[in-house]
């Protein structure tokens, strides 16, 4: 966390694969992100929505984390989600990314209560901010009003880039409202704007935004990273096409746990479909349909983390 | 937690009280706790949403909950929020408050994910119930929809109850619609339901329901207790309507920074009003006018712990 140009790129809000109690798999979980690294992603946004974050304690959260660097994965390449409803909380997770040396964290306003305060809500963000108190620190803000209950008003995010403007570096947008990103850019010119979905890459970088931290990176990395790769070329427009069209399709099921299901059907191991509470495994019917819609648009399935890298 | 029939009576989810530096002010909370019992309380659901529970950590939930009992308040006088985002975290709270004796545990759903199937939110609270493994645990749902962002379909409450009969004893129910707890009560009589607004308290006791666990009992707890001792009487009609006048009264205001801010005044000690972010403390100009609404409505401000004891 040493460069205040904001990150950019393809980054991957990992999911996270658990054992027959319920613990994250941690062998299982490096083995993806490896994967991952190696099928084009630029980074990992590891404890995002996808990776079922909040439905792992701060203990669990941080000792997989500290797995995930003993393995060898680069920090430079991680992009923790470490945003909880108790700031202590928050702070303890962001602390940890820092003394790391990951790239920045991705966070979450606090989500039990709803309707808080322009006041409050930056109170939050500040004060852990504050408390970790590091000049390597880079915070990408997370809006996913959708799924948090708590949206990130423009004014707020302004304000906090004033605040902070060499930590306050950028923000994934999953709102799924384009003009959202759009108005930030505007607002913030150069501000590290993720999409949360491949749909908008294309738009995003063509106004100045930073890339994508999308759920379907985990099963279609390759094909967006061409796509974040030749976004200046002629090709780009079909390419942009092709992505959107198979982010679609996966939409049209559950999104969480049909990766899971496309996952376990890549590596051939039917225990990536477990979910933690309160997510359930998609339906063994629902999740055969996805499969068959995938082989016909093209995804090879039975391929091998191995293979991936070869 | 050796009862299998469901509390009742008049429990209040006790304000948290914090130090300059957003620490959780223990002393300030065990003597607020004390008061709360003087006042009329027959027990404490310490860590609701009017504690600002969420904003809390996990450690500093049980730092706090084990001080409480270390300072002599009953375990069977408590009745402690639990309910997480992760049931990892949920289960370690749940197992805490056994361990210490409490009268049952109030829990809240895993609430980052909104819009889950019931067997979902069922194989949580399963889960949850299974860890803990004790007899002696007695779980109090808390349906809290409006900022949860997660409700407790009446079908998932008769399965928990039809699965954990002698645990699933009981639930809060603060949606502020009143047909749901009449149609739980109708659906499973007998069954501990707690009404969230002591609005309700006098059709809930009518309808079999529990008592009431409400927010206002911090601050006029006396008021409520006297009606669920006379709920059968000829004045019980007065009396609600008492309560009720100022409940609304209240709730006209920001309810947690307002009660936070009246307990300031009451105790004549001004650090009362501190909150957590992303909560804020009440404007001071708006704070000025609910006092005074409630003055002219009788409430004996700069009124002492020692002198409600005496």
Redesign the interface.
């Known amino acids: 966390m040493t460069e205040t140009r904001p990150l950019s790129g393809v980054y991957c809000p990992a999911l996270t694969p658990v054992n027959a109690d319920?613990s994250l798999n941690t062998a299982a979980f490096i083995e993806h992100c490896r994967w991952l690294l190696d099928d084009g992603c630029h980074g990992l946004a590891v404890f995002g929505?996808t990776s079922e974050a909040?439905?792992?304690?701060?203990d669990?959260r941080m000792a997989a984390l500290d797995a995930l660097v003993e393995a060898g994965i680069a920090p430079t390449a991680l992009l923790p989600g470490t945003g909880c409803?108790?700031?202590?909380?928050t702070a303890?997770l962001t602390a940890q990314a820092v003394a790391l040396g990951c790239a920045g964290v991705l966070m979450l306003?606090?989500?039990?209560?709803?309707g808080?305060?322009e006041?409050?809500?930056f109170?939050?963000f500040a004060?852990t901010i504050e408390r970790v108190g590091s000049d390597k620190l880079r915070v990408y803000l997370y809006h996913i009003p959708?799924?948090?209950?708590v949206g990130l008003p423009l004014a707020l995010v302004e304000r906090l880039v004033k605040a902070y403007p060499d930590t306050v570096v950028g923000l994934k947008d999953s709102s799924g409202d384009w003009s959202y990103t759009e108005n930030l850019l505007k607002a913030i010119p150069g501000f590290g704007a993720f999409s949360g979905s491949e749909v908008f890459l294309l738009a995003n970088l063509r106004a100045g935004g930073a890339g994508t931290i999308s759920a379907t990176t985990n099963v279609n990395a390759r094909a967006i990273r061409d796509l974040y790769d030749n976004w200046t070329g002629d090709a780009a427009g079909a390419m942009q096409d092709g992505v959107t069209r198979r982010r679609e399709l996966i939409q049209g099921f559950p999104l969480i746990t049909g990766l899971k299901h496309i996952v376990a059907a890549l590596r051939g191991d039917p225990s990536w479909r477990r979910t933690?509470?309160?997510?359930?495994p998609v339906d063994e019917a629902v999740g055969a349909r996805l499969l068959g819609e995938l082989a016909a648009d093209g995804l090879v399935l039975g391929r091998q983390p191995e293979a991936a890298s070869a």
Chains 1, 2 share one sequence.
Request: charged share 20%.
């Open positions: 319920l929505t909040n439905s792992f304690s701060v669990e409803c108790a700031i202590t909380d303890r306003p606090p989500f039990y209560y709803k808080m305060s006041d409050g809500l109170a939050s004060e959708q799924v948090s209950g933690r509470p309160p997510l359930t």
